[in-house]
């Protein structure tokens, strides 16, 4: 991908809404696929699933001339974001051992902040006031969503230590993209960081034999959390960084258990709770509010730049200074 091509921040957003939307037919699979194995399993599974599919769009591409040999800077992102995949990973099983599934959720979604901060300190971009009330309002929003009563919530130092790493992790994932996403081919890099984590994961797992015994069903349902997550979303958020800024994008993202909840409605008839509906309309605002504020800040006659529009070096087609080593 060229350093120089433009970027078109409407494509950008288009691209979020896309991996969000995506994301929550994720959510719903993968939980149908928990509910049928031990997380590791699953995992495992939908990981590898999504190799394959990544891999089929790799090889349909460089028959049609579109891809080459991987340069080392695809290896190298490869190689990180393939750490950071496994050391999520780790921390939400961790975490999960320690803390019950909805305080996990939400400590993940901290992620916002890793990534708000991150981008900021890391990759020069200006991130608001407004971005991290945003952020607080949907953090408040996955509270309300992941834990019915707060006061029965056990809390453990160990357990919030590991989700507090997968949250880096995955956020630190979409920063170290943002960064090299000028230089790389998404498809290469998501291909060949898959190949090294589902490798790594199974030669931990597979020995202990968690893949043994598991149902047609949950092949399936992993199948369809790969399509929709590691693969689609997954790639949608890598071409999304390329015209916005990550703080923009994974704001975005948090739409997610929004779709997902209008999901349900129409494909299940299932309607959320009187608290659901509370915390999706705390992330709701969450979202929309620093977009509304940016979208009025650039409109005719307001001379003020958004902290959460891409900067002028983005505009032109130029990276971001790199205030940062990469990780």
């Not at 890391?122 to 009563?149: N, P």
């Not at 893949?211 to 693969?231: N, Q, R, V």
């Amino acid at each position: 991908m060229s350093e120089s091509s433009p970027t078109n921040p409407r494509r950008g957003d288009l691209l979020a809404l896309t991996s969000a939307i995506f994301a929550a037919v994720f959510l719903l699979a993968f939980r149908a696929a928990n509910a049928e194995a031990p997380r590791a399993a699953a995992v495992l599974a939908m990981l590898g699933w999504s190799t394959l599919f990544n891999a089929g769009v790799a090889l349909v591409r460089a028959r049609g001339g579109r891809a080459g040999w991987p340069r080392r800077v695809t290896v190298r992102a490869a190689a990180v974001l393939a750490v950071l995949t496994i050391l999520g990973n780790v921390g939400v099983a961790g975490a999960l051992e320690h803390l019950d599934p909805g305080l996990t959720s939400t400590v993940l979604q901290t992620q916002i902040f890793v990534v708000g901060l991150g981008g900021w300190l890391l990759l020069g971009e200006r991130v608001g006031v407004r971005f991290f009330v945003g952020a607080g309002f949907a953090l408040a929003g996955f509270a309300l969503l992941g834990m019915d009563d707060p006061r029965e919530a056990d809390v453990s130092l160990a357990g919030l230590g590991f989700a507090l790493l997968a949250s880096t992790s995955f956020g630190g994932m979409l920063l170290y993209t943002r960064k090299v996403i000028r230089r790389i081919d998404p498809v290469t890099v998501n291909v060949f960081r898959l190949v090294l984590a589902v490798a790594a994961l199974g030669a931990w797992l597979i020995p202990r034999g968690t893949l043994d015994g598991l149902s047609t069903e949950l092949w399936l349902a992993t199948a369809l959390a790969a399509a929709c997550g590691p693969f689609a979303s997954r790639l949608c958020l890598m071409f999304a960084v390329r015209h916005i800024s990550a703080a923009r994008t994974k704001l975005i993202t948090l739409l997610s258990p929004v779709f997902a909840f209008a999901l349900e409605i129409a494909w299940l008839g299932t309607f959320p709770s009187a608290r659901e509906l509370a915390g999706g309309g705390l992330i709701l605002a969450g979202v929309l509010l620093p977009m509304l504020a940016d979208r009025a800040r650039r409109r005719p006659g307001s001379r003020a730049r958004t902290p959460l529009a891409p900067s002028e070096d983005d505009a032109e087609g130029r990276q971001a200074p790199e205030t940062g080593a990469e990780r």
